[in-house]
Structure formats: structure tokens, C-alpha cells
């Protein structure tokens, strides 16, 4: 909304600043992290006052977890609500590929927040069908991919591009839409498997965003493309700023997630972030560059198939308890140990995905 103050400018003033995706996205960083410290107070009265017992916890789990009983959930309204106001004050309401991404945010934070009212509300940790779940995700992906796909240079239209050699275009033909559809399904359900243990997954995320944020600069830019050998996705540029949002409302949401956690971000954070990462990887063509700089949240999902399959045939498990950073706290790793290596390990995968630019 900002960027029409250009209109203003006469090419050498303040307003001329508001051209730059540079300047919006630094304007979307900090409206979003004043916009959680604003509000985050008022929000955790109102959700603990409405939720009496807080989120359910899982009789099954870590011991340790009976002490976060009480703890309110639907977190993630804070940082969806910063990014969506940091997102439409500071990014151009003309790109197609921020409508996108905006869509799929608010879309799957609508089905984690059916999710987490249903736990709340019956005091159990069902919470939706889990087919009604992956079945919207489906729809909304499936919308989200042809949208994009609608966008994209003709000659990248149904291609999929690979990190490193970057010359190699692989054409899937209509098989694009169900492979991006799975990546977006796949992200929002991956982070939402991580969400267990207070900031586990928020500082991966950021982490991740800020990795996209360069990604989306650079493909947005002709002068990047050449120098680095990427292929030129026109309009990507200003998903910095919308990625940039999401970390400043992660850092604002970390605020009260940091141990012991104040609030849970719940489904309706964990699927919106999720979903998130996942179109930005489909709208800048980085769909595999997302399970590099993602890598943490694809080990915390393959855990859970890899255990469900084994169980299922053995009848034994390969975990002690899954996903795969319960598995830590049952070999005893206290929880901030956990997060902090975990949070680690996501910021290596995030330059190792960065670097795959530069290689050629």
C-alpha cells in the first residue's frame, strides 16, 4: 500500500525510498515485530480467559509436557496478523505472486484454527479429521499452483529447476501442479510436525524465511539471475518483503513462545508458516532448494512416516517416540538443549541452501 506514496516522488526524495524492496522489506520487518509486542499481551489474556484449560496435552507424551497444562494456544493468530498488516502496508497490491502467497497463508491458518478450536473446545487432542485436514490443503495448494504457474515465464511455465546445475530444466508438464501442490502440503504439515517443544519450530522458520527472502531478491532481479546463472522469475522480488514480515512476527511471536512458553503458535501458526515457505518455494522456482534450507522440518516429518511405517509392519518402533525431537526428550536431552541445537542445525541448512546459488 506504501510503495503508491511513490507517486509522490520526483526521483530524488523520501518517497522515492518506497520503490526499493530493500527499504519495504526493513518497514515490513518492523511493523510486523512492533505489531507483536503491541498486541501479544492483550491476546494471550484474551485466548487464556476464553480457553480455561489451554491447549490439550498428549497423555502419551514426555512427562515434562504435564507442566505445560494451561498453557493457551492459537498463538499464530499474532503472527499471522503481523504479516498480513506488515504484508499489505508494505508490498505492491499489484504482484500477483504476494495475492498468492497471502492466500495460501491465510487459508491454512483458517484450517489450523478450526483445528486447534476443535482441541480446545472438547478438551481432546483429535481436533479436525485429518483427512478433511490434507484434503482442504489439497484444494488450496492445488488453486495456489495453477495461480502461479500462471506467472511464471513461458519458459519455466511447468519446469522444475535444480540447485547446482542450474542449466537443467526438468519439464513436468501437468505433473507441475500435483508436485507443487505436495510441496505446499508438505511444508505447512512438516512445520506443524516440528511445533513441539516451546520455539522449536518459529526460529527455523525465520531462519528459513530470511534464506527465502534473499532467494525471492535475487530471482526477482535481472542483474542477480545473470551474475548467479538462477532463472529470472519477474515480480518474486516482493515476497522478500512478505517473508521479511514473517520475521519480524516470529521474533514478536518468540517473545512469549521462548521457555516457558506464554502461548503456543498451535495448528494455526505451524500450517500458515508451513504453507507459507511452501508457495514462496513454488512461486521462485526453489521448490528442492526448500527441502535444503528446510532440511530440519523434512527430518521431523520423514520421523513420523518412517515411524507410523514400521509400527504398522514390525509392530516395533525405530523411535522412542515421535516426531524426532520427542525421541531426544525420552533419551533425556533437556528441551532448551533440543531447541537451541535444533536451531542450529536449521541455520547450516540455511546457508548450505544458499550457497547452491553461487555453485555452478
Do not use: C
Not at 498488516?85 to 492466500?103: E, G, H, K, Y
Not at 513436468?172 to 506443524?192: D, E, H, K, Q, S
Amino acid at each position: 500500500m506504501l510503495y503508491w506514496l511513490t507517486a509522490l516522488s520526483d526521483g530524488g526524495d523520501f518517497f522515492n525510498l518506497f520503490r526499493y524492496i530493500t527499504f519495504r522489506a526493513g518497514g515490513a520487518f518492523l511493523t510486523a515485530l512492533i505489531f507483536g509486542f503491541v498486541f501479544g499481551p492483550s491476546l494471550i489474556r484474551v485466548l487464556r480467559a476464553r480457553q480455561g484449560k489451554g491447549q490439550p496435552i498428549r497423555d502419551d507424551g514426555p512427562e515434562s509436557h504435564l507442566a505445560k497444562a494451561g498453557t493457551p494456544t492459537m498463538g499464530g493468530l499474532l503472527i499471522v496478523g503481523a504479516l498480513l498488516t506488515s504484508t499489505l502496508l508494505w508490498a505492491r497490491l499489484d504482484n500477483p505472486f504476494i495475492w498468492m502467497v497471502l492466500f495460501v497463508t491465510m487459508s491454512f491458518a483458517l484450517i489450523g484454527f478450526a483445528d486447534d478450536y476443535a482441541k480446545v473446545s472438547k478438551q481432546n487432542t483429535a481436533g479436525v479429521s485429518g483427512k478433511l485436514r490434507l484434503a482442504l490443503g489439497f484444494l488450496i495448494a492445488g488453486v495456489a499452483a495453477y495461480w502461479a504457474a500462471q506467472y511464471h515465464p513461458d519458459e519455466l511455465t511447468n519446469q522444475l529447476a535444480l540447485p547446482v546445475f542450474k542449466d537443467v530444466l526438468v519439464n513436468l508438464g501437468v505433473l507441475f501442479i500435483p508436485f507443487a501442490m505436495i510441496v505446499i502440503v508438505g511444508a505447512a504439515n512438516a512445520v506443524n510436525m516440528t511445533d513441539g517443544l516451546d520455539g522449536l519450530a518459529i526460529m527455523p522458520v525465520m531462519i528459513a524465511s530470511g534464506a527465502f527472502a534473499i532467494i525471492a531478491y535475487f530471482v526477482g532481479r535481472t542483474d542477480f539471475t545473470t551474475e548467479l546463472g538462477l532463472h529470472y522469475v519477474p515480480g518474486t522480488g516482493e515476497l522478500a518483503i512478505f517473508a521479511a514480515g514473517i520475521i519480524g512476527g516470529g521474533l514478536g511471536f518468540l517473545w512469549y513462545n521462548a521457555p516457558p512458553a506464554a502461548v503456543f503458535m498451535g495448528d494455526t501458526g505451524s500450517l500458515a508458516l508451513g504453507g507459507a515457505l511452501g508457495a514462496i518455494a513454488v512461486a521462485t522456482k526453489h521448490e528442492i532448494v526448500l527441502a535444503i534450507v528446510g532440511g530440519l522440518f523434512v527430518v521431523e516429518a520423514m520421523s513420523v512416516i518412517i515411524q507410523v511405517l514400521y509400527f504398522k509392519r514390525t509392530g516395533k518402533r525405530v523411535f522412542l517416540m515421535a516426531p524426532i525431537h520427542h525421541h531426544y526428550e525420552k533419551k533425556g536431552w533437556a528441551e532448551p538443549q533440543i531447541v537451541i541445537r535444533f536451531w542450529i542445525i536449521s541455520l547450516i541448512l540455511a546457508v548450505i541452501g544458499l550457497a547452491t546459488l553461487k555453485v555452478r
